[in-house]
């Protein structure tokens, strides 16, 4: 968004195409780190993004779209969506983030949306008095166990790694505190059971144990969403797009900023300042390029 806002500054004719609005910002819990905000949630903090956008009334916005391939076509660039549409232009800016990463496990497709959810901030609320897990190791599952402590009943957290040694340390001894909350280490989770929705869990050590659940949240990291781009850019190997210092992919014409970079540190203030960047890089190509 931020990229938009800067490329109508600049007079381009700027289209943005998107499944949802604010990405991997807007289900933050706290946000305690983005400039000129004490604290806020994200989805506030994403809906703050959406109304600036739209003060600009020459910005075109495509909701409820996710874009499938992008193509080259003499001097232009065809974006096309999985509901059938095709638009046209002379650049692209590629600001497609992550997607959440998948456990692969017996049980986890069909229990989703039934149970088994990778979204803490969007669904923690219709676990209300129940018994759920978190499956993860990093500050994304700290982040929805301690959500899920102002609602739930009671709290697996499981990891298969030890002692939360690479996230927030103040989160982490908060869970630990928390009655609510049990943490196992070392384990995998190898099978997610139910009826018509989630009714347990079973995880492996030296032993196999069963939880009752009705709720398994997943959050073991994401990926760059960077599939419909297969033989068409360059990617590295975590899959993000190759970029330059100036936003410039390996297509001439085609720009990228934010989580689905190989640029480090995916932060939502780093993310806004290299959509900025990138705009500004397109309007440079813009204003050389022959028409």
Same mark, same amino acid.
């Given at each position: ?5 800067y490329?109508?500054?600049k ?6 195409i998107?499944?949802?609005m604010? =990405?991997?910002?807007?289900? !933050?819990?706290?946000? #305690?780190?983005?400039?000129g905000?004490?604290?806020?949630t994200?989805?506030e903090?994403?809906? *703050?993004?959406e ?5 600009? #009334? ?8 996710e ?8 001097? $232009?660039?065809?974006?096309? +969506? &999985?509901g =059938?549409?095709?638009?046209?232009g ?5 600001? !497609?983030?992550?997607? @959440?990463?998948?456990l692969?496990? @017996?049980?986890?497709? $069909? ?13 923690a ?6 018994d759920?897990?978190v499956?993860?190791g990093g500050?994304?599952? &700290? ?6 402590? $102002?609602?739930? *009943?009671?709290?697996? &957290? ?17 869970i ?5 909350? %049990? ?10 059971d ?8 079973e995880? *492996?050590?030296?032993? %196999? #144990? ?5 709720g ?7 990926? @760059?969403? +960077? ?30 900023? =934010?989580?689905v970079?190989?640029? @480090?540190e $995916?932060?939502?203030i780093?993310?806004?300042g290299e959509?900025?960047?990138?705009? &500004? ?6 204003a050389?390029?022959?028409?």
């Amino acid at each position: 968004m931020s990229a938009a806002i800067y490329s109508t500054r600049k007079k381009i004719k700027t289209l943005i195409i998107s499944k949802d609005m604010g =990405g991997q910002a807007a289900l !933050s819990s706290d946000v #305690e780190n983005y400039l000129g905000f004490h604290m806020i949630t994200g989805a506030e903090l994403a809906q *703050k993004f959406e109304t600036h956008l739209r003060d600009f #009334e020459d910005i075109e916005l495509v909701r409820g779209e996710e874009v499938s391939a992008i193509k080259k076509k003499s001097k $232009k660039f065809i974006v096309q +969506t &999985l509901g =059938g549409k095709a638009y046209e232009g002379k650049t692209v800016l590629i600001t !497609s983030g992550k997607v @959440p990463r998948k456990l692969g496990i @017996p049980g986890e497709e $069909k229990y989703r949306g039934r149970g088994v959810t990778y979204c803490a901030t969007c669904d923690a609320p219709l676990f209300s008095g129940k018994d759920v897990a978190v499956i993860g190791g990093g500050n994304a599952a &700290l982040d929805a166990a301690w959500q899920l402590t $102002k609602i739930a *009943k009671s709290i697996q &957290l499981v990891t298969n790694g030890e002692h939360f040694k690479k996230a927030d340390q103040v989160l982490f001894g908060k869970i630990r505190e928390s009655k609510k909350v %049990t943490i196992y280490y070392h384990v995998t989770t190898s099978r997610i059971d139910g009826d018509a929705f989630v009714q347990s869990m079973e995880i *492996k050590n030296a032993k %196999t #144990e069963k939880f009752h659940v009705q709720g398994v949240f997943i959050e073991i990291g994401s990926i @760059p969403a +960077t599939q419909y781009l297969n033989n068409f850019i360059k990617l590295n190997q975590w899959q993000e797009i190759v970029i330059n210092e100036r936003n410039e992919t390996s297509v001439k014409g085609v720009y990228a900023a =934010g989580d689905v970079t190989s640029v @480090p540190e $995916k932060q939502v203030i780093v993310a806004a300042g290299e959509g900025a960047k990138a705009a &500004l890089m397109e309007f440079d190509y813009l204003a050389k390029r022959k028409a």
